[in-house]
């Protein structure tokens, strides 16, 4: 009984990972071809999600999701081209506290717009009761829709950044600008790309994770805090890393139910932040070398 | 004219490091700067690529005026730069890097002639072919300048500029490079050199400037300004006194 109670918070732990991940992923990406922090990603999840469950009352759930995520993709592409494009050599303090600002405001519009309402969509196959019984372990079908998905988009994002002339050219901007745009690449246009990624990939985690763990006008800013602590966990920058980081919280925020109160759960990642903030600020799989030399 | 710069001045906020800079390159010509540390050598190059906003002045490329426009216009001009310090995508294959200065070719929908540039700079750097598939931050000093003057290559410039090339190299080396630019210049280029290695640079170069503190001191045929007892006091190291005694 104890070992199937074990792999159940395993289970749990790894969905959480990965969810907290696919955040990550976003803060990455952007990171990498701008050196800010994106602090709007966690709202990127929530319009996305919101969205979809807005127009799942009139359109087949893959349809919904589909559009939800275009519009989240908009909305990412029209934040860099008003409020981050026009800056001439922004500094990192200043584009940090735009971005601040914008995701209290989208926050705010979503407030107007959705209400303060928890909703979710619908299980994508089953419902809430529907369980599959995998060696003892009780695990929902949506949980497999999450490790899936996110699984696909780390799979794609990995091809696109190794293998396509756009990704190389992301990565080429993130290595060095100047000689990136000496190479003919429009390093803004580079800028708004990332944002249109990074706000397709936070809708559609928003989309997979709704039916677990439902979706509100804030949800958004939980879910950054534990997106942020996995990317500075892994190490800023690092996608992969990100994803072994990402496992790593879930599966202690899933245990520590076990030794602490669940209240004290949410802890879990701020104490982990802080200590890695202050004894390691490369993250667990940066070099300590390559962070020396960066900026923020 | 290929490229002509009329009273430039440029430099960061409110400091000016370059007061009134003319100079002129013709097709064909491989033309150096020299000058001291700070005497405005990468400022004005980095100005000329787009790098840095001019405050006044013109700079025309191939009859167009290029002044105030973005890095990445000027370069699909057919202005490419080697910036100072290589500034090679280290995280990146050296591969990738050329594909990545490949990358104007594509622009103008000659996709075909990627691959053929690549392979004439690797005839021209045998060694670059042989680290293909190695990332650029681990090869070394020297290999990483090849590199660099390759990336740049592969945008098929007309004019080159490079950026002190020599810059941390070993003798034996900065010798190759030198060399290559020379065969560059063979090979149809027009190459604007800035360097600190005065002596090896006017060697090989048609026209020479001297810059100092901004403005251009003196200007002519390499090989006069080699001759100059101003310029082999300050910049080629010969003590000239000693030399009359």
């Known amino acids: 009984m104890i070992i199937e109670l074990f792999f159940q918070y395993l289970v749990a732990g790894i969905t959480y990972g990965i969810i907290y991940s696919t955040v990550a992923i976003g803060f990455n990406i952007i990171y990498n071809a701008t050196g800010i922090i994106n602090f709007a990603q966690g709202e990127f999840v929530m319009i996305g999600g ?9 359109l087949p759930l893959p349809l919904a999701i589909i559009i939800a995520v275009i519009i989240t993709m908009v909305v990412g592409a029209l934040i860099d081209i008003i409020f981050i494009r026009w800056i001439v050599n922004p500094s990192v303090l200043r584009m940090i506290i735009i971005t601040i600002g914008l995701s209290i405001v989208i926050r705010e519009i979503a407030l107007h717009v959705w209400g303060d309402g928890v909703r979710a969509l619908p299980y994508f196959t089953g419902n809430e009761i529907t369980s599959l019984s995998i060696a003892g372990v009780h695990i929902s079908p949506q949980v497999l829709w999450v490790i899936g998905v996110c699984s696909v988009v780390v799979i794609a994002l990995n091809f696109f950044f190794s293998f396509t ?18 190479c003919g690449i429009n390093a803004k246009n580079i800028v708004t790309l990332s944002f249109v990624l990074s706000a397709g990939i936070g809708a559609l985690a928003g989309c997979v994770i709704s039916p677990i763990t439902y979706v509100q006008y804030d949800s958004g800013t939980g879910l950054a805090i534990k997106g942020f602590t996995v990317a500075i966990l892994g190490g800023l920058g690092n996608s992969m890393a990100a994803v072994a980081a990402g496992i790593i919280l879930g599966i202690l925020e899933s245990f520590s139910i076990w030794v602490l109160p669940a209240a004290y759960k949410d802890a879990i990642a701020i104490s982990i932040l802080l200590i890695i903030l202050f004894y ?9 070398e390559v962070f020396r030399l960066k900026e923020f | 004219m290929m490229l002509k710069v009329r009273n430039l001045e ?14 002129h390159v013709k097709q064909g010509e491989i033309v150096t700067i020299i000058g001291a540390n700070g ?18 002045g013109e700079i025309m490329f191939s009859g167009k005026n290029i002044h105030g426009l973005p890095v990445e216009r000027i370069v699909f001009y057919g202005c490419s730069l080697v910036p100072e310090g290589r500034q090679v995508f280290s995280t990146m294959t050296v591969k990738e890097n050329l594909l990545l200065g490949g990358y104007v070719l594509k622009r103008k929908k000659m996709d075909g002639a990627v691959e053929d540039e690549i392979e004439s700079v690797y005839s021209l750097f045998p060694l670059l072919r042989e680290r293909k598939k190695q990332l650029a931050g681990t090869l070394s000093g020297g290999e990483q300048q090849m590199l660099a003057i390759g990336r740049a290559l592969m945008a098929r410039p007309s004019l080159i500029m490079m950026d002190e090339p020599s810059m941390g190299l070993a003798p034996l080396i900065v010798k190759d490079i030198f060399n290559i630019i020379y065969k560059l210049r063979e090979g149809g280029k027009t190459v604007l050199l800035v360097e600190q290695n005065a002596q090896a640079s006017l060697r090989i170069a048609d026209r020479g ?4 503190t901004g403005r251009v001191k003196l200007q002519g045929p390499a090989e006069d300004l080699l001759a100059n007892r101003d310029v082999q006091r300050a910049y080629l190291g010969k003590d000239i006194d000693a030399d009359n005694l």
Not at chain 1, 50 to 58: G, H, K, P, S, Y
């Open chain 1, 280 to 288: 390691r600020p490369s993250g667990l799989f940066g070099s300590r």
């Open chain 2, 10 to 23: 440029a430099g960061y906020g409110k400091l000016k490091v370059l007061r009134r800079v003319s100079i």
């Open chain 2, 209 to 212: 400037y001297v810059l100092e």
């Open chain 1, 165 to 182: 002339l756009v990704g190389r050219q992301m990565r080429a901007c993130a290595s060095n600008r100047n000689a990136a745009r000496l």
């Open chain 2, 39 to 56: 005497a405005g050598k990468t400022t004005l190059l980095n100005t000329i690529a787009g790098l840095i906003k001019t405050q006044s």
């Open chain 1, 50 to 58: 919101m969205t979809a469950v807005t127009l799942n009352a009139f």
